[in-house]
């Protein structure tokens, strides 16, 4: 009986093992800064919450954003997106280009929303 018993625990550390390796590799916080120090594009966004920021990373630089809910013709939806960036300095190198894709990514989620760059960023577009 006793050897059922444990038996039964083992199995149960082992699935329990199994489920926090799982939840480690699929956080998109990890994946976000693994990212971040290997400069690719990765984006994080709960589409089904508007209260969540989106985050992003592109090139090595962290953006979150803020999602204002408003409506459009027949619904209520995501309309103003807030962007801006945690670190200042990380910008360096970057172009318009580099903002326009960017906002054509948030674009593809919310076809309706239109993105707002806040404080430094905005100075970029005030130049061109």
Known sequence: MVIILFRILISIAIIILVYTIYQ?????????KKA?????????????????NIQCVYKGCLFEGEKYLGTTNNA???????????EPLELKGFSVDDFL???N???KNYPHA???????INQIFKEH
Do not use: A, C, G
Request: cysteine-free.
């Open 36 to 52: 971040k120090k290997s400069h690719h594009f990765y984006y994080v966004d709960d589409m089904n919450n508007s209260k969540k």
């Open 101 to 103: 894709f960017l906002e």
């Open 105 to 107: 990514e948030i674009q």
């Open 24 to 32: 480690y590799y699929h956080n998109p916080q990890r994946r976000l």
């Open 76 to 86: 209520f939806e995501v309309v103003d997106i807030h962007m801006t960036v945690r």
């Open 114 to 120: 239109k993105v707002t760059w806040k404080h430094p």
